[in-house]
Protein backbone atom coordinates (compact mmCIF):
# COMPACT_ATOMS: atom_id res chain seq x y z
CA UNK A 1 0.00 0.00 0.00
CA UNK A 2 2.37 2.54 1.26
CA UNK A 3 6.08 2.29 -0.16
CA UNK A 4 9.39 4.20 0.25
CA UNK A 5 12.21 4.13 -1.68
CA UNK A 6 15.56 6.39 -0.92
CA UNK A 7 17.94 7.32 -2.63
CA UNK A 8 21.17 9.81 -2.42
CA UNK A 9 23.46 8.08 -0.13
CA UNK A 10 27.29 7.70 -1.31
CA UNK A 11 30.78 8.47 0.45
CA UNK A 12 31.49 12.23 1.38
CA UNK A 13 34.64 13.52 2.91
CA UNK A 14 34.18 14.81 6.69
CA UNK A 15 32.60 18.65 6.17
CA UNK A 16 31.04 17.70 3.04
CA UNK A 17 27.01 17.61 2.46
CA UNK A 18 24.97 15.12 0.66
CA UNK A 19 21.43 15.13 -0.16
CA UNK A 20 18.94 12.13 0.55
CA UNK A 21 15.45 11.66 -1.37
CA UNK A 22 12.88 9.28 -0.29
CA UNK A 23 9.97 8.73 -2.64
CA UNK A 24 6.92 7.70 -1.47
CA UNK A 25 3.50 5.89 -2.87
CA UNK A 26 0.15 5.04 -1.56
CA UNK A 27 -0.78 8.07 0.56
CA UNK A 28 -4.61 8.47 0.76
CA UNK A 29 -4.58 10.19 3.77
CA UNK A 30 -2.79 13.55 4.82
CA UNK A 31 -2.25 12.61 8.85
CA UNK A 32 0.66 10.95 8.01
CA UNK A 33 4.45 11.69 10.10
CA UNK A 34 7.28 10.79 8.14
CA UNK A 35 11.04 10.50 8.50
CA UNK A 36 14.68 9.82 8.70
CA UNK A 37 16.35 6.88 10.69
CA UNK A 38 19.89 5.77 10.84
CA UNK A 39 21.54 2.79 11.86
CA UNK A 40 25.05 1.64 12.57
CA UNK A 41 26.55 -1.64 12.65
CA UNK A 42 25.92 -3.31 15.87
CA UNK A 43 24.28 0.12 16.70
CA UNK A 44 20.39 0.82 17.51
CA UNK A 45 18.59 2.35 15.25
CA UNK A 46 17.64 5.72 15.93
CA UNK A 47 15.38 8.91 14.68
CA UNK A 48 17.25 11.58 12.72
CA UNK A 49 14.73 13.53 11.37
CA UNK A 50 10.99 14.04 11.32
CA UNK A 51 8.00 15.69 9.84
CA UNK A 52 4.29 15.93 10.14
CA UNK A 53 3.13 15.55 6.84
CA UNK A 54 -0.18 17.99 7.09
CA UNK A 55 0.60 20.38 9.22
CA UNK A 56 4.99 20.66 9.11
CA UNK A 57 6.04 20.07 12.51
CA UNK A 58 9.32 18.76 12.47
CA UNK A 59 11.81 17.08 15.09
CA UNK A 60 15.52 17.35 15.08
CA UNK A 61 17.89 14.94 17.02
CA UNK A 62 20.46 16.67 19.07
CA UNK A 63 23.42 15.50 17.25
CA UNK A 64 21.88 17.25 13.74
CA UNK A 65 20.73 19.97 14.92
CA UNK A 66 21.65 22.76 12.84
CA UNK A 67 23.44 20.38 10.17
CA UNK A 68 20.40 19.05 8.58
CA UNK A 69 17.30 19.99 7.61
CA UNK A 70 14.26 17.61 6.53
CA UNK A 71 12.11 18.88 4.00
CA UNK A 72 9.22 17.60 1.66
CA UNK A 73 7.62 18.35 -2.46
CA UNK A 74 4.29 17.14 -1.46
CA UNK A 75 3.43 17.40 -5.32
CA UNK A 76 5.98 14.97 -5.81
CA UNK A 77 5.38 12.70 -2.41
CA UNK A 78 9.05 13.04 -1.77
CA UNK A 79 10.72 13.27 1.31
CA UNK A 80 14.40 15.01 1.51
CA UNK A 81 17.22 15.07 4.09
CA UNK A 82 20.10 17.86 3.50
CA UNK A 83 23.04 16.87 5.66
CA UNK A 84 25.97 19.59 5.95
CA UNK A 85 28.92 19.29 8.03
CA UNK A 86 29.27 15.66 7.87
CA UNK A 87 30.86 14.52 10.31
CA UNK A 88 32.55 10.41 10.44
CA UNK A 89 29.75 9.48 13.24
CA UNK A 90 27.26 10.02 11.12
CA UNK A 91 28.35 7.17 8.79
CA UNK A 92 24.81 4.62 8.55
CA UNK A 93 22.33 3.00 6.74
CA UNK A 94 19.59 5.74 6.63
CA UNK A 95 16.19 4.38 6.47
CA UNK A 96 13.12 6.66 5.45
CA UNK A 97 9.95 5.65 7.86
CA UNK A 98 6.33 6.59 7.75
CA UNK A 99 3.26 5.77 9.93
CA UNK A 100 -0.34 7.12 9.70
CA UNK A 101 -0.72 8.98 13.48
CA UNK A 102 -2.73 12.27 15.04
CA UNK A 103 -0.65 12.13 17.48
CA UNK A 104 1.93 14.72 18.58
CA UNK A 105 4.57 14.10 16.26
CA UNK A 106 7.25 11.05 17.57
CA UNK A 107 10.43 10.19 16.14
CA UNK A 108 10.86 6.68 17.95
CA UNK A 109 11.48 3.72 15.56
CA UNK A 110 9.22 2.01 17.26
CA UNK A 111 6.34 4.00 16.43
CA UNK A 112 6.90 3.69 12.54
CA UNK A 113 4.99 1.13 10.01
CA UNK A 114 6.02 1.79 6.57
CA UNK A 115 10.04 1.02 6.00
CA UNK A 116 11.81 1.78 2.96
CA UNK A 117 14.91 -0.44 1.95
CA UNK A 118 18.02 1.97 3.23
CA UNK A 119 20.47 3.80 1.37
CA UNK A 120 24.39 3.67 3.13
CA UNK A 121 25.47 7.31 4.06
CA UNK A 122 29.86 6.85 4.57
CA UNK A 123 32.08 9.92 5.81
CA UNK A 124 35.35 9.58 5.98
CA UNK A 125 38.68 10.79 4.65
Known amino acids: QLQLVESGGGLVQPGGSLRLSCETS????????IGWFRQAPGKEREGVSCISWGDGTTYYADSVKGRFTISGDYTKNTLYLQMNSLKPEDTALYYC??????????????????WGQGTQVTVAS
Open 97 to 114: AAKGSRKALQCAVNEYEY
Open 26 to 33: GFTLDYYQ
